[in-house]
């Protein structure tokens, strides 16, 4: 591949970007920043340059007069000798193909001839010189979040149909203006801000400052949260419009098949994703004729040219990122009630989870990376720091729990002595205090079930349970969250169709409306966390309208 040595001047008002693959080491280089009035001069591969920014904003000029450090050997001026002298006779110079890490310096020494006296005869031949020229029609667009505020990575809780389309969820501030005025979100297009109207995007991942992709991705239209986002694409908070963009959901898959779940899931707060698409700029070679004035040899030995050897190109293997898990002691033998697996005392059975805590809602796994759910059976088990009882599903699901306290024991009534009868004062059966409920989920529908409660953290995890989520049809469930939730308190509503939903907070509506199947449903306003002290009453039912 040819070089090019370019001096560009940024002509125009407006910063612009600009991509080229440098001529050293054949690395592209994306959305290089020139600033209006700033000059650069670049080494890159022919052809290579393309820019974002107003049409004819970059002046672009050819300054290949040298490459890689070799100027071209000039053309000798003939002359002419009376006597024999020994003339040099000048051989075409070679400039070695560049190649990566490679400055090449060495060319072919001309050798001193006898020939006899001879007028040169100059012929003229023709020259092409390529002088790049910038054809207009550049359309490019960016969304860079750097300094990931919350990642949320993908379970049940946020894909309905997780085993098909596992995806996670990353955010940069709580909007778009809080994550601009915050300084990690930075959204650039040009001519065109709608993600529909680009296909094969380039993402890449930055996770603990190592940058890793680019991997090609496509673009859908289905929001964020409770969604399944196919496999090989992205959605936004913000439909299309990559001016509004402050949270992206990704596939663990992308569009070529590759599985990037363990590099996907091993993002955290501070980490970053960047999605671009141009859409080209042509570099086209214009011919300029020039005249050279080239002396008619006479027979001279030719020196052979030693090749130089191209040397092999080292690859730098790709560091592998951290993968984070946690693992939990659990009795090894599932029993029919919760009150069996309160008395187990064995505990060798290690299962593994992505959360910290065991709880409601996770997904237990039998092996460290979390690819096989354990199969509870919907048996009873007991782990050995909770308290808990946990009924665990054939998907390793935990759907109900059970605290394992013993009941306070009755104070005994005395035994009265031989036939001496002593009037005997009933003592009261002491009964277990119940926490008071301040969540009620009530399901009137015939055509959906409410499946879960989370927030932006996890599974909000409910005690005094008077049944186990979902809620099915003609269901009523009531449960006690004792602890203050995080941002986005959400109620997850599948199933097939259009339902009416009223959130009461409070003895207070806050929501009564209408939505088709499937739907996720905020119970606070601003998205502000659940108190202990708010009480919280859902009911769905059918919509006839």
């Given at each position: 591949?040819?070089?090019?040595?370019?001096?560009?001047?940024?002509?125009?008002?407006?910063?612009?970007?600009?991509?080229?693959?440098?001529?050293?080491?054949?690395?592209?280089?994306?959305?290089?920043?020139?600033?209006?009035?700033?000059?650069?001069?670049?080494?890159?591969?022919?052809?290579?340059?393309?820019?974002?920014?107003?049409?004819?904003?970059?002046?672009?000029?050819?300054?290949?007069?040298?490459?890689?450090?070799?100027?071209?050997?000039?053309?000798?001026?003939?002359?002419?000798t009376p006597t024999v002298t020994p003339t040099v006779t000048p051989t075409a110079s070679v400039t070695p193909t560049v190649t990566p890490t490679?400055?090449?310096?060495?060319?072919?020494?001309?050798?001193?001839?006898?020939?006899?006296?001879?007028?040169?005869?100059?012929?003229?031949?023709?020259?092409?010189?390529?002088?790049?020229?910038?054809?207009?029609?550049?359309?490019?667009?960016?969304?860079?979040?750097?300094?990931?505020?919350?990642?949320?990575?993908?379970?049940?809780?946020?894909?309905?149909?997780?085993?098909?389309?596992?995806?996670?969820?990353?955010?940069?501030?709580?909007?778009?203006?809080?994550?601009?005025?915050?300084?990690?979100?930075?959204?650039?297009?040009?001519?065109?801000?709608?993600?529909?109207?680009?296909?094969?995007?380039?993402?890449?991942?930055?996770?603990?400052?190592?940058?890793?992709?680019?991997?090609?991705?496509?673009?859908?239209?289905?929001?964020?949260?409770?969604?399944?986002?196919?496999?090989?694409?992205?959605?936004?908070?913000?439909?299309?419009?990559?001016?509004?963009?402050?949270?992206?959901?990704?596939?663990?898959?992308?569009?070529?098949?590759?599985?990037?779940?363990?590099?996907?899931?091993?993002?955290?707060?501070?980490?970053?994703?960047?999605?671009?698409?141009?859409?080209?700029?042509?570099?086209?070679?214009?011919?300029?004729?020039?005249?050279?004035?080239?002396?008619?040899?006479?027979?001279?030995?030719?020196?052979?040219?030693?090749?130089?050897?191209?040397?092999?190109?080292?690859?730098?293997?790709?560091?592998?990122?951290?993968?984070?898990?946690?693992?939990?002691?659990?009795?090894?033998?599932?029993?029919?009630?919760?009150?069996?697996?309160?008395?187990?005392?064995?505990?060798?059975?290690?299962?593994?989870?992505?959360?910290?805590?065991?709880?409601?809602?996770?997904?237990?796994?039998?092996?460290?990376l979390l690819t096989t759910p354990f199969n509870g059976g919907s048996l009873w088990f007991i782990d050995d720091s909770s308290g808990f009882a946990?009924?665990?599903?054939?998907?390793?699901?935990?759907?109900?729990?059970?605290?394992?306290?013993?009941?306070?024991?009755?104070?005994?009534?005395?035994?009265?002595?031989?036939?001496?009868?002593?009037?005997?004062?009933?003592?009261?059966?002491?009964?277990?205090?119940?926490?008071?409920?301040?969540?009620?989920?009530?399901?009137?529908?015939?055509?959906?079930?409410?499946?879960?409660?989370?927030?932006?953290?996890?599974?909000?995890?409910?005690?005094?349970?008077?049944?186990?989520?979902?809620?099915?049809?003609?269901?009523?469930?009531?449960?006690?969250?004792?602890?203050?939730?995080?941002?986005?308190?959400?109620?997850?509503?599948?199933?097939?169709?259009?339902?009416?939903?009223?959130?009461?907070?409070?003895?207070?509506?806050?929501?009564?409306?209408?939505?088709?199947?499937?739907?996720?449903?905020?119970?606070?306003?601003?998205?502000?966390?659940?108190?202990?002290?708010?009480?919280?009453?859902?009911?769905?039912?059918?919509?006839?309208?």
């Amino acid at each position: 591949m040819a070089t090019q040595k370019l001096l560009i001047r940024n002509v125009s008002s407006n910063t612009i970007l600009f991509n080229y693959q440098n001529s050293s080491d054949n690395i592209w280089y994306y959305q290089i920043v020139i600033q209006p009035g700033q000059e650069r001069t670049l080494w890159c591969v022919e052809n290579t340059l393309s820019y974002s920014g107003p049409t004819n904003g970059l002046l672009v000029t050819n300054k290949t007069t040298t490459v890689c450090g070799i100027t071209p050997t000039p053309t000798p001026t003939p002359t002419v000798t009376p006597t024999v002298t020994p003339t040099v006779t000048p051989t075409a110079s070679v400039t070695p193909t560049v190649t990566p890490t490679v400055t090449p310096t060495e060319s072919v020494t001309p050798t001193p001839t006898e020939t006899t006296p001879e007028t040169p005869t100059p012929t003229p031949t023709e020259t092409v010189t390529p002088t790049p020229t910038l054809t207009p029609g550049l359309e490019c667009i960016t969304f860079s979040g750097n300094g990931a505020t919350t990642v949320t990575q993908g379970s049940p809780i946020f894909n309905p149909d997780f085993s098909n389309f596992p995806s996670t969820l990353i955010y940069f501030g709580s909007s778009y203006a809080n994550g601009t005025s915050l300084g990690i979100i930075n959204s650039s297009f040009i001519v065109d801000n709608d993600f529909t109207n680009y296909t094969d995007f380039e993402v890449t991942f930055t996770i603990t400052g190592t940058t890793y992709g680019p991997y090609r991705y496509q673009f859908t239209n289905v929001g964020i949260g409770f969604v399944n986002v196919p496999q090989g694409s992205f959605s936004t908070n913000a439909n299309n419009n990559v001016g509004s963009t402050y949270a992206i959901q990704v596939s663990f898959f992308d569009s070529d098949g590759t599985d990037l779940t363990s590099l996907i899931q091993s993002m955290s707060e501070g980490d970053g994703i960047e999605i671009h698409k141009c859409k080209g700029i042509e570099i086209t070679p214009t011919p300029t004729p020039t005249s050279t004035i080239t002396p008619t040899p006479t027979e001279t030995e030719i020196i052979p040219e030693t090749p130089t050897p191209t040397p092999t190109e080292t690859v730098t293997p790709t560091p592998t990122p951290t993968f984070v898990f946690y693992s939990f002691n659990l009795n090894s033998t599932g029993q029919t009630t919760a009150i069996l697996a309160c008395a187990e005392i064995v505990f060798d059975n290690i299962l593994y989870s992505s959360s910290p805590i065991i709880g409601l809602g996770q997904i237990l796994y039998t092996d460290s990376l979390l690819t096989t759910p354990f199969n509870g059976g919907s048996l009873w088990f007991i782990d050995d720091s909770s308290g808990f009882a946990w009924q665990i599903n054939g998907s390793g699901q935990i759907i109900s729990s059970d605290d394992c306290s013993p009941a306070p024991t009755p104070t005994p009534t005395p035994t009265p002595t031989e036939t001496e009868v002593v009037p005997v004062t009933p003592t009261p059966t002491p009964t277990t205090s119940s926490l008071p409920i301040n969540v009620t989920f009530i399901n009137n529908s015939t055509i959906a079930s409410i499946d879960s409660f989370y927030d932006i953290d996890g599974i909000i995890t409910l005690t005094n349970l008077s049944g186990s989520l979902p809620v099915t049809s003609g269901q009523t469930l009531t449960g006690y969250h004792s602890l203050v939730t995080g941002n986005q308190p959400t109620v997850a509503v599948t199933g097939t169709g259009s339902i009416v939903y009223d959130v009461n907070l409070n003895g207070s509506t806050l929501i009564n409306t209408n939505s088709t199947l499937n739907v996720s449903i905020v119970v606070t306003s601003g998205s502000v966390p659940l108190q202990v002290s708010d009480i919280l009453i859902v009911t769905i039912s059918d919509y006839n309208p």
